[in-house]
């Protein structure tokens, strides 16, 4: 699919749904709490999304660029919260969360038909309470992340997010994650160009004021590969290692990157 350049009124509309997606991260934040449920958390967005007007993106999500909530096969939850070894697409249940683990939190919203997407991992019980190693993994892919939407800029190509991402593992030691990858973001959750967070060996399209993407690196602490589990969402690090995910949805503008997900 064509790649679009969104206009200045339709960025404020996904600035306005990657408000409600940072609101709700905020709030989950002060919710993962040692014997919290997993789906308590969600509970805690689908609420919150709802009360603010929102629409969760994720209820009724397929695949690539399908919905269907009758289909069986279909996500069913407003969020995906992956603990430990998971590292995306975790189902929300009765998993209640313990001192220590890294607990994924991934959002998506709509808001007057435009989407907001982003993701952060918390550590259950502080900083303090993981390992050191287990807090340098989350520090440095939110860092990552960071350094990826510092290189969303005009002028740039899409393949030096990926550049800027992969540095920092690459300093640090950190597996990247290659099977999944960032994504355009407007009125479909998933759009192109794809956002690899890892050089390419195509620089891929020049960045342009009003392309808006989703930045979402994630980290291991041991090997990259990654398997999906029987309940056909949960992707995990083969290897068993510790991952991390951070995600923010972006504008870039003539002044570069704009953050859309934040409060
Ligand atoms: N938000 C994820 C992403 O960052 C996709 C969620 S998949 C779903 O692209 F099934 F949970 F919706
Ligand atoms: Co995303």
Excluded at 106 to 124: M, P, Y
Aim: aromatic letters at 6%; proline letters at 6%; a negative charge.
């Amino acid at each position: 699919m064509a790649i679009t350049r969104k206009s200045q009124a339709e960025i404020a509309k996904m600035r306005s749904a990657g408000r409600i997606v940072a609101e709700v991260l905020a709030l989950v934040e002060g919710a993962i709490r040692p014997g919290a449920s997993t789906a308590e958390i969600n509970a805690l967005a689908d609420r919150h999304i709802r009360e603010a007007g929102g629409i969760p993106s994720f209820v009724g999500y397929i695949g690539g660029r399908r919905y269907n909530p009758d289909d069986p096969r279909a996500y069913r939850w407003a969020s995906c919260i992956s603990i430990d070894h998971e590292i995306v697409h975790g189902i929300p249940g009765d998993r209640e969360l313990r001192s220590g683990q890294v607990v994924s939190v991934d959002v998506g919203v709509i808001w007057q038909d435009w989407n907001g997407d982003g993701a952060r991992s918390f550590i259950c019980g502080g900083p303090e309470a993981a390992t050191p190693a287990t807090a340098g993994l989350v520090e440095a892919t939110r860092l990552a992340m960071m350094a990826g939407i510092g290189a969303a800029r005009p002028g740039n190509h899409v393949g030096d997010i990926g550049i800027a991402v992969e540095a920092i593992a690459l300093e640090r030691g950190y597996g990247v994650v290659r099977g999944y990858t960032g994504h355009g973001i407007g009125r479909d959750m998933h759009e192109d160009p794809a956002v690899p967070n890892f050089r390419t060996r195509d620089r891929g399209i020049r960045l342009e004021p009003g392309h808006c993407l989703a930045i979402e690196p994630m980290f291991t602490l041991g090997h990259e590969e990654t398997a999906l589990m029987p309940d056909r969402w949960t992707v995990v690090t083969v290897d068993g290692s510790l991952a991390a995910h951070f995600e923010h949805t972006i504008a870039v503008t003539p002044d570069g990157p704009e953050i859309l997900t934040r409060v």
